[in-house]
């Protein structure tokens, strides 16, 4: 790949990385899925209730349960991107608020891998601590209604 290749790529990524963080942001279910391929991988790693691999249905699920706690969704905001090959990183913070008032603010790292010009796997890490504090109660009661497995706590 020549250094013109490379900062294309670069910039596309980031491009394709911006739009999938304010469709997340806003629960923009649309938005999310025009920007990841068919077989992505959404990786919550650590011990909250939302962590493990979700792929597919699973995703949009998850994502569903989330918009119930945080119905206007979380403002991101991103603070840096480094784009290399078909990887990106991106720190970024993000501010919400749930159904009951509380705040949800959360400090994030993307890990971001590419395919195709597509998203096809994203490890987000986040303050897991804050998702049990303030998801985990309604989580737990939301998979119960739904006959699914509670995820570890």
Same mark, same amino acid.
């Given at each position: 790949?020549?250094?013109?290749?490379?900062?294309?790529?670069?910039?596309?990524?980031?491009?394709?990385?911006?739009?999938?963080?304010?469709?997340? #942001?806003?629960?923009?279910?649309?938005?999310?899925?025009?920007?990841?391929?068919?077989?992505?991988?959404?990786?919550?790693?650590?011990?909250?209730?939302?962590?493990?691999?979700?792929?597919?249905?699973?995703?949009?699920?998850?994502? !569903?349960?989330?918009?119930?706690?945080?119905?206007?969704?979380?403002?991101? *905001?991103?603070?840096?991107?480094?784009?290399?090959?078909? /990887? =990106?990183?991106?720190?970024?913070?993000?501010? !919400? *608020?749930?159904?009951? !008032?509380?705040?949800?603010?959360?400090?994030?790292?993307?890990?971001?891998?590419? /395919? $195709? $010009?597509?998203?096809?796997? =994203?490890?987000?890490?986040?303050?897991?601590?804050?998702?049990?504090? /303030? =998801? #985990?109660? /309604?989580?737990?009661?939301?998979?119960?209604?739904?006959?699914?497995?509670? =995820?570890?706590?």
């Amino acid at each position: 790949m020549t250094g013109n290749d490379s900062e294309n790529s670069a910039r596309a990524h980031k491009a394709a990385a911006t739009r999938l963080f304010e469709a997340m #942001g806003s629960l923009d279910g649309p938005g999310i899925a025009a920007e990841i391929t068919d077989d992505f991988v959404l990786k919550l790693p650590g011990s909250c209730v939302l962590s493990g691999e979700w792929t597919g249905p699973e995703i949009a699920e998850i994502y !569903g349960f989330v918009s119930q706690v945080l119905p206007n969704g979380v403002r991101l *905001e991103l603070h840096s991107m480094t784009a290399e090959e078909d /990887r =990106l990183v991106c720190h970024a913070s993000g501010t !919400g *608020e749930t159904v009951d !008032g509380e705040s949800y603010n959360q400090d994030y790292l993307y890990l971001l891998n590419f /395919r $195709g $010009g597509k998203i096809s796997r =994203l490890v987000e890490y986040m303050d897991t601590k804050l998702v049990d504090d /303030r =998801l #985990g109660k /309604r989580y737990r009661v939301w998979a119960a209604s739904k006959d699914q497995d509670v =995820l570890p706590a």
